[in-house]
Nanobody, 125 residues
């Protein structure tokens, strides 16, 4: 059974940083991709960043480019999201997701096969 477990969320002041982690168990995703999404209250879940598992190709939403960095550790079967220069509008529940088959649709929620339970990120002004 595949499990994705996020950690690292919390409360931070605007301009601060947080690093989210996602540990995957139950299988590897050598031909797939890992992504981060977020959902703020009353809003749809939106794409944040993604990385192809084998080649390490990265993708970002325009709203986080230059501030967030996604990375993965193949040996640990984990993916990370380093978030810098945080803004109040970054406040949301952040979800880790895994796609078994990497393709160009890494920004689409329906591409992902597995989801974590989410971790809250709150940025105060």
């Amino acid at each position: 059974q595949v499990q994705l477990v996020e950690s690292g969320g919390g409360l931070v002041q605007a301009g601060g940083s947080l690093r989210l982690s996602c540990a995957a168990s139950g299988r590897t995703f050598s031909g797939g991709a890992m992504g981060w999404f977020r959902q703020a209250p009353g809003k749809d879940r939106e794409f944040v960043a993604a990385i192809s598992w084998s080649g390490g190709n990265t993708y970002y939403a325009d709203s986080v480019k230059g501030r967030f960095t996604i990375s993965r550790d193949i040996a640990k079967n984990a993916v990370y999201l380093q978030m810098n220069s945080l803004k109040p509008e970054d406040t949301a529940v952040y979800y880790c997701a895994a796609d078994r088959n990497y393709n160009r649709y890494v920004g689409r929620t329906y591409e992902y096969d597995y989801w974590g339970q989410g971790t809250q990120v709150t940025v105060s002004s």
